[in-house]
Nanobody, 121 residues
Framework: QVQLVESGGGLVQPGGTLRLSCAAS????????MGWYRQAPGKQREVVAT???????TYAGFVKGRSTISRDNAENTVYLRMNSLKPEDTAVYYC???????????????WGQGTQVTVSS
């Protein structure tokens, strides 16, 4: 079994910086793509940023230029740093990983539990 555990988030002032991390735990697996998503109240979940197994990052337009996604393959961890936060960045942030488990032919999608980020003064 594989589990993703997120940390970070909380209350951040407008203009502040967000730092999130998400670590995968378990045995006998390899991680393909990683990503961060968010869901605001009354809205659909949307992608924030993704990073491939070889380190190529993509960003949603609304965070481009003020966010960095990174990964530590040795620690099975993905990070998100977002600067210049705005009230509209308020949402529950979820990490996602595509994981291939030993003995399974296909990879599966795993999600973190979600962490609330509130941008407010």
């Amino acid at each position: 079994q594989v589990q993703l555990v997120e940390s970070g988030g909380g209350l951040v002032q407008p203009g502040g910086t967000l730092r999130l991390s998400c670590a995968a735990s378990g045995t006998s697996f390899s991680i393909r793509d990683m990503g961060w998503y968010r869901q605001a109240p009354g809205k659909q979940r949307e992608v924030v940023a993704t990073i491939s197994s070889d380190g190529r990052a993509t960003y949603a337009g609304f965070v481009k230029g003020r966010s960095t996604i990174s990964r530590d393959n040795a620690e099975n961890t993905v990070y998100l740093r977002m600067n210049s936060l705005k009230p509209e960045d308020t949402a529950v942030y979820y990490c996602q990983m595509r994981i291939k488990r030993l003995g399974y032919y296909f990879e599966d999608e795993y999600w973190g539990q979600g962490t609330q980020v509130t941008v407010s003064s």
